[in-house]
């Protein structure tokens, strides 16, 4: 939501970025077992497209959707220790 959005606060300005935000709600809805989750997601996905991106944006994106796989957990290094 913040890429779509963006956001302001006291510390930082996200800018929105309607690109990638189309690329993780593709991602969410292709990778949750939750319907609801599923559905809200590609509708989203879709919303941007029809709305914000031209059809050349959204090939593109499509394809880096297909092409995405998730980190390996192991690879990110240790997780950090609580103060």
Partial sequence: TILFRGNISATDEIKPDIYNAYKWYKIAAAGTASG?????????????????????????????????????PASLGPFPSAP
């Fill in 36 to 72: 609801r989750i599923q559905q809200a997601s590609a509708e989203l996905a879709k919303n941007i497209a029809e709305q914000k991106l031209t059809p050349a944006e959204i090939s593109k994106a499509d394809q880096e959707v297909s092409n995405w796989k998730p980190a390996d």
